[in-house]
């Protein structure tokens, strides 16, 4: 009898210390998902803000270039116009100058 009962004493420990550990267990895993979302979270926070600067980075630049290609296209036609008007005024001169040594 007396046997019997300590060792249905023991197990009663052993299972108690079982549930125990595994609560313990739990805990520290529930600690360990909360710890994993968290991260997860500002992870995924983090993403989302990056991908936003880089479309906003990338918007910038692509307005910053049309604006710089639209400057160089108007030297281009002013430089173009500039040109012809000049050319012009040499051939006028010119023609001028024929007309008088002539």
């Known amino acids: 009898m007396v046997v019997v009962v300590i060792l249905v004493v023991l197990v009663v420990v052993v299972v108690m210390m079982m549930m125990v550990i595994v609560v313990l267990v739990m805990m520290v895993l529930m600690m360990v998902l909360k710890v994993i979302v968290v991260v997860m979270v500002v ?31 108007m030297m281009v036609v002013v430089m173009v116009v500039g040109m012809g008007v000049v050319m012009m005024v040499v051939m006028v001169v010119v023609v001028v100058v024929m007309e008088v040594v002539w």
Not at 51 to 72: A, D, N
């Open 43 to 73: 992870v995924v926070l983090v993403m989302f803000v990056v991908i936003l600067v880089m479309l906003v980075v990338v918007l910038v630049v692509m307005v910053l270039v049309t604006v710089v290609v639209m400057m160089v296209m």
